[in-house]
């Protein structure tokens, strides 16, 4: 227990918890994802909530900013609505064999964590002894009571996911709430709060009330005007000098009347605040601790702290009492206000007409007569398409569902024709930057609060996997400043058996041997042996969203290589000046690679080691699928092998033509990750391309596996038109000559194909927005080719329109019986394809990255070892013009 203006941050042990729950009543979101966030997530703590009280956060939404959760997403924000105000302080942190509780005064906001003097006390828990067991089993019970009635995947967050990977919270002792427990220093602290049956101030008299009180002091920055709270201690230890500690900041009581058992005291000469004043450049702080101390005749202490203030409502003297908690501390012969840095001197005293009046109205009342609705809305889950609305409250007749971006302008509206405690919407159109939600009647009054929207899957990411500590940490040590260790990530994409359901465990070509065993083994049925009962599919499944390494190191790489962070970390992130490679630089070195003396060739080589690895990996492991599996067996690609995918592309972007300049041995030397042209290997830019692009459009061309839970289909479709755009610009971003265009167009074609639409009515509705999309992520490029212009000329003016043509003919069933050399054809067996050459009988050798590179003609033209397509007798297909 300490009142002290430091940072309880501090108290919080490197990768020891998982998860917390952070209580409060006021919130500060940029000093939350600035630092708490920031913090929290650095120490390995990723399942993070808070609950706040409704009023404020309502209050808060009245003016929003349009950046909260921007800076640190992934945290939850609970609001609870109450008749009073919602007022505990409690952090409680939960690890796989320990616990942290801390049980304060201060507010999840910078005053509150560092600037204002606050208290806390902090307690540990571990598995070894069993000190603290039951105040943390009296503390967890509090808890739990508050998280019990949360609505949708908050709940999860605060019950199951936190019992799970902390399995000692369920062999605590029975709770001994308003009980004094023994502490290791065998002093007492008793738990205290204010319920519906009972109350802090009642509790208190229940465990004191019989002692023999020499003398109290309180010390709080609000008192109610009347001093009811302060006549009650009176006349419930009326033998006690009452001292009463006020800063003229706050609430003083300057209206009550003074008996001779009172004596007042200004905080600002108190000790303490001098103290700390000292240590500070900021101005004088403010009192925002809580503390009534008794000390009795035989010199025994007890200690009253925590969130409640010395008001009727803080304490439960009153009929809406807040909910709050505090600690009472019992001890013998410490002298504690001394401890804490307290000093009241009599030469220090004051009349209670000495200090300013203070003003009537407080922040509380204000909070909640300002944010009276009807209905509350507590939570907003968006997952996709689909708009899940918890609530409480009552409302008759049919009411409207608005969504605002985070300009507060509106850009969806539903109406309700019949109010319910949860609604869901289907959102029938995309709708981006969708942030806040709010309701309002057919008048267009508003009838509830406004609420973030929360991202269900962003939200899902957070869950405490043990298996996914390893990559969180290294995450967190990225964000940290440790770009070096980027690349380490990839590790985890290969490693990753979430979804591995009989899947080739292979990824080396040069290993096809052992490939074919594993794709002859029958793939593990999904039973409990224990008990013979089939698992749930979409359990496994909405498990796979939540667990997939592979998909939190796509997550990771994004935001790493995303132009906004980018954008911010200009001074952090090792990039350079965009060059083809060495040979097209123009002879002003200094401007136009970087030059980083503290890197060594070994370093860079490592890191070009970890690329090249993954990308043979991914192209050993598409090989394996495509060309040793059964012939008429139909292996369907799983979300992991789009994700992976993915992964490829964005190491392209970032490092098909990255160059950097280190010095070694006093020399200038030249260094760079992919070049964009070289052999057709998967060590540059345009092999990976021909290889990993071609391959992976080969293996889709069946269509992608279909899961049981809706979310995860919904998921493909999302990350395949994310696919298009990057697999688009990727291919754009190469220099193709005049031999390779071939290999450029029916790239282009199978891409807008399997990754696109077979519909022309979904394709010229989706048209416009592709074309955007594509140009925006070409200006963003950090390393674009020389002649990228001309490749997106090409690509728009004749590549989309031929592919409309050719998805015209199909619905329309136009199809051709004859192919002629050097022109694309259409089969649905095999995509688009160059016709290379045209023998007698219709039997065409075709050409496209995807099939196996023959050495003797040197060409894409192969697909089986067998030669089973070349060539191959087509009897329709269509003709292509480009």
């Not at 909260?68 to 945290?75: C, D, F, Q, R």
């Not at 503390?139 to 799970?164: N, P, R, V």
């Not at 019989?210 to 002091?217: G, L, P, Y």
């Not at 409309?804 to 067996?829: G, M, P, T, V």
Request: proline share 3%; with cysteine.
């Amino acid at each position: 227990m300490g009142l002290q203006r430091e940072n309880i941050l501090t108290l919080i042990g490197n990768r020891r918890y998982h998860s917390c729950v952070l209580t409060t009543f006021s919130f500060d979101f940029y000093f939350f994802e600035m630092k708490a966030m920031r913090w929290l997530r650095s120490c390995g703590v990723r399942n993070i909530n808070v609950l706040i009280d409704g009023h404020y956060y309502a209050e808060l939404m009245q003016q929003p900013s349009g950046e909260e959760m921007k800076i640190g997403a992934g945290y939850s924000l609970y609001p609870i609505f109450q008749r009073s105000i919602f007022h505990p302080k409690i952090w409680m942190l939960f690890g796989e064999k320990e616990g942290l509780l801390i049980v304060g005064s201060g507010n999840l906001t910078n005053c509150g964590n560092g600037n204002n003097d606050e208290i806390w006390g902090a307690f540990h828990f571990d598995i070894r002894e069993s000190v603290n067991a039951l105040i943390f089993s009296t503390a967890w019970t509090y808890i739990l009571g508050l998280c019990s009635s949360l609505k949708g995947q908050m709940h999860e967050k605060t019950t199951s996911w936190i019992i799970d990977h902390s399995k000692w919270l369920n062999e605590l002792p029975t709770p001994k709430p308003f009980q004094f427990i023994e502490t290791s220093s065998k002093e007492k602290l008793a738990y205290l709060f204010n319920s519906s049956e009972t109350n802090i101030w009642q509790e208190l008299l229940n465990l004191i009330g019989k002692e023999r009180i020499a003398e109290i002091t309180t010390i709080s920055p609000y008192y109610d005007i009347n001093g009811k709270a302060l006549q009650e201690l009176a006349k419930s230890f009326p033998k006690a000098q009452i001292r009463v500690v006020i800063d003229e900041n706050g609430l003083i009581p300057s209206s009550m009347q003074v008996g001779k058992a009172f004596t007042f005291f200004n905080w600002y000469e108190a000790g303490v605040s001098k103290k700390q004043y000292a240590k500070s450049d900021n101005s004088q702080s403010k009192l925002h601790a809580k503390i009534i101390h008794f000390k009795t005749a035989d010199n025994k202490e007890y200690c009253l702290f925590g969130s409640a203030n010395v008001t009727p409502e803080g304490l439960g003297l009153g009929k809406n009492p807040n909910a709050e908690v505090s600690i009472l501390f019992q001890s013998k012969g410490r002298k504690l206000l001394n401890e804490l840095g307290i000093k009241l001197r009599p030469s220090n005293r004051y009349k209670l007409s000495e200090f300013a009046p203070s003003k009537p109205v407080s922040i509380f009342q204000t909070v909640i007569r300002n944010n009276q609705y009807i209905i509350h809305i507590v939570a907003a889950e968006l997952a996709y398409n689909e708009l899940i609305i918890y609530s409480e409250g009552e409302f008759i007749g049919s009411c409207n569902v608005v969504i605002y971006d985070s300009k507060s302008k509106r850009i969806f509206s539903d109406q309700i024709t019949e109010f319910k405690h949860e609604l869901k919407l289907k959102i029938d159109k995309p709708i981006d930057n969708c942030q806040y939600i709010q309701i309002i009647d057919d008048s267009n009054k508003i009838i509830s609060n406004k609420l973030l929207i929360s991202d269900y899957f962003l939200i899902a990411k957070t869950h405490p996997n043990p298996k996914t500590e390893d990559i969180e940490r290294l995450y967190s040590e990225i964000q940290s400043g440790e770009l070096g260790k980027v690349l380490d990530l990839l590790q985890f994409a290969i490693n990753d058996e979430t979804e591995n359901y009989g899947e080739p465990n292979i990824y080396n070509r040069s290993n096809l041997t052992e490939i074919k065993k594993d794709l002859k083994k029958e793939p593990d049925r999904l039973y409990d042996l224990s008990t013979y009962k089939q698992i749930d599919h979409s359990l496994l499944e909405k498990n796979l969203l939540i667990n997939s390494l592979t998909y939190r190191v796509l997550d990771a790489l994004k935001l790493l290589y995303g132009k906004n962070y980018s954008a911010n970390k200009q001074d952090d992130i090792r990039e350079d000046e965009q060059v083809d490679d060495l040979a097209s630089i123009n002879g002003n070195e200094e401007h136009e690679v970087r030059s980083f003396h503290n890197l060594s060739l070994q370093s860079l080589v490592s890191e070009k080691r970890k690329l090249i690895y993954y990308f043979n990996y991914l192209y050993g492991y598409q090989n394996a699928i495509l060309f040793l599996n059964e012939p008429k067996k139909i292996n369907e690609p799983t979300l992991t092998d789009l994700v992976r995918y993915l992964i490829a592309l964005e190491l392209l972007l970032e490092y098909g033509g990255k160059t950097v300049k280190y010095d070694e041995q006093d020399k200038h030397n030249y260094f760079t990750y992919l070049p964009f042209f070289k052999d057709y290997n998967n060590t540059n830019v345009k092999g990976c391309c021909l290889n990993i692009i071609g391959d992976f459009l080969m293996m889709i061309r069946t269509g992608f596996k279909k899961y049981d839970f809706d979310y995860t289909n919904n998921k493909i479709e999302e990350l395949k038109y994310d696919a298009l755009i990057t697999t688009i610009v990727c291919i754009l971003n190469n220099r193709w000559k005049e031999d390779e265009i071939k290999y450029f167009d029916t790239l282009m074609l199978n891409a807008l194909h399997y990754l696109g639409w077979k519909d022309v009515d979904l394709f010229n509705g989706r048209y416009n927005d592709l074309k955007l999309k594509i140009k925006e992520k070409i200006f963003f490029l950090k390393h674009p080719v020389i002649g990228i212009e001309e490749n997106v000329s090409r690509f728009f003016n004749k590549i989309c329109p031929a592919f409309k043509i050719s998805i015209l003919k199909r619905q329309n069933k136009e199809f051709d019986s004859a192919a002629y050399r050097d022109q694309y054809i259409y089969s649905s067996i095999l995509g688009y394809c160059y016709v290379l050459n045209v023998l007698q009988g219709n039997e065409l050798t075709l050409v496209r990255p995807g099939f196996l590179w023959d050495n003797d003609k040197e060409e894409y033209i192969q697909h089986r070892p067998t030669k089973f397509y070349s060539p191959i007798k087509l009897q329709s297909f269509i003709n292509i013009d480009i």
